[in-house]
Structure formats: C-alpha cells, structure tokens
C-alpha cells in the first residue's frame, strides 16, 4: 500500500511545509484530483495517439498577468504520477507573471506528462486566480493602514490552500475553522438574547479565546464596546455610518468592514480607518487565472 507523501522529493515537502500547508492533506488532494480524472480507467486519448516510450518537456504557461500561487502543489501533482520526472518550478509563489511566463517546466516520458497536466493546471489556475483577485484589493487599499481578510467562504476540502493563496496574494486570513476563534453573528445573537449576552457568554465560556462580535447598527456597537469586545465586525454599514463607528471606538477594538464590499469601494472604506476588509468573494468569486500547456517534444 502506498504511503502519503512518498512520491514526494524532500525540496517539495520543504516547499509545502515553509508554505503552511500539511503535505499529507495536499498529497490525497492531488491523489483525489487525478483519480477522479482517470475515473478507473485511462487516458485513453493518450494511450491511442502517443507512443509509451516518448518523451517531451511541457511548459506550464500563464496566459494573462497575474500572481502565482500553488507552485509546490502543483509540482506534487507531477510527482505523484511519476517520482522521477526533472521538474524544474520557474518562479515563486506570491510572484508577479506576465502573460508567456513560463511557471514550471516538466521533463519526462510524454504519458506521464499529460496523465498530470489537467489537475496541476486546475490547482494553479484556481488558487493563483485568488492570489491575484486578493492583490487587486490589496493594491486598491495601499496606503490606508487597513488589511484584506478572507472568510469560511471556501470550497470544502480546499480551505487550507485557498487561505494560502490569500496569503500569496497580500491578503491575511482570519479563522481556519470554528475552533480557532469565536465569531458571534446575528444568529447566536437571537438565540442568546442580545448581542451583549452573546458576547458574555462566549467569553465566559472560552476566556482565552479571540472574540469578534458581529453587528449591524451604531446602537449594539456600543453594547459591545461596554462588554469588552475585541474585535467588532460592522455588517453592511455604509461609508459614513463607518466613519462614526471609528470615531465611537476611538481604538477600544478593532473594526472590520464586512458585507457589500467591492473593489471600486475599497479605498473608501478603508478611509474610514477600519482596520479590517472581510472579503468573501477572495475565495469564492475569484476568476481563475489563465495558465495552459505547452508540449514541446524530445528531437
């Protein structure tokens, strides 16, 4: 039977590991991903039109500017199929691409090199489309002293990687799970009795914990600021109700902007001297950036 991660040259562990990222939860993920894409058989187009012993180079190329992330992952992909391929990762992740850049040149018999191309290109495309969609908000709020933070919004199985590529991209990640911090939304809010008890008694419940407490009017961020909250998530408050938020706060809690946020709002809100952006769409809207393949075949 085979191990988690034993295909795997130790560069790429190394990778993985300085990343934050587990290589065993990234190795079944690349094993799930190219399992799915045989589906139990094979790749019959290959077996029918290239010769077993053939060889070639295959060039993974961004197609569009952009940021890279997702580099080692993919290069575990390659791995897994075929330990010994030469793989050889031409730039970084958190890099800059332009369009023709090559990212990551694989060396090795042609079947393998096709058997993985689909799932690395998958994983690049998807997470290097965070990263950059993540850069974009962070370039429109240079300057500000605010910070882009992601959410829970994340594709099941994929939250570790896709908060990576946040990070890539300039972003911080606020919770990886339920357990990491408390976050009293508007539903604990109604079954505790108000935000203040809520507030109250997670606080009693876990004291060594963060707490960010979740509210929608000027009226429940002052009952949160006398209870001692931390960190306050302001849910669909304009530019100007924001604005007064800060100035109510005068720095007894973090803020954090959350809900109906754009790029084209981005540097207004962040004007207001909130601390925070909590952006959902980091994850689960960002378009994925274009990479394809390049075969190129031994002579």
Request: contains cysteine; glycine residues 10%; hydrophobic residues 50%.
């Amino acid at each position: 039977m085979r191990t988690p991660v034993a295909t795997m040259i130790e560069s790429t562990l190394a990778a993985l590991v300085a990343a934050g990222l587990d290589p065993v939860a990234v190795d079944r993920l690349v094993e799930t991903a190219l399992a799915e894409d045989l589906a139990g058989g094979e790749d019959v187009t290959t077996v029918a039109t290239v010769p077993v012993d053939q060889r070639a180079t295959l060039d993974l190329v961004a197609r569009q500017g952009g940021v890279a992330a997702g580099i080692p992952v993919a290069v575990a992909v390659f791995e897994y199929v075929n330990p010994t391929l030469q793989v050889q990762a031409m730039v970084s992740d958190g890099d800059r691409v332009e369009p023709g850049s090559v990212l990551i040149s694989i060396t090795g018999p042609t079947h393998d090199l096709l058997r993985a191309e689909r799932p690395a290109l998958n994983l690049l495309g998807h997470l290097g489309g965070i990263a950059t969609l993540t850069a974009a908000w962070v370039t429109a709020i240079a300057g500000t002293g605010a910070a882009v933070r992601d959410t829970r919004k994340t594709t099941p199985g994929m939250r570790a990687l896709e908060k990576y590529a946040v990070r890539c991209g300039g972003g911080q990640n606020h919770r990886m799970s339920l357990s990491d911090a408390a976050l009293v939304k508007d539903n604990h809010v109604l079954a505790a009795g108000g935000v203040a008890q809520a507030f109250a008694a997670v606080r009693a419940r876990y004291p060594k914990l963060p707490v960010e407490v979740e509210v929608d009017s000027l009226q429940q961020l002052d009952e949160v600021l006398v209870a001692g909250a931390d960190l306050v998530l302001l849910d669909n408050f304009d530019v100007e109700q924001l604005r007064i938020a800060v100035q109510r706060t005068r720095g007894r809690a973090k803020l954090e902007a959350s809900g109906g946020l754009s790029l084209d709002v981005a540097a207004a809100v962040a004007e207001t001297g909130v601390d925070y952006l909590a952006v959902g769409a980091l994850t689960h809207s960002a378009p994925v950036l274009d990479i394809g393949a390049d075969l190129r075949q031994e002579i």
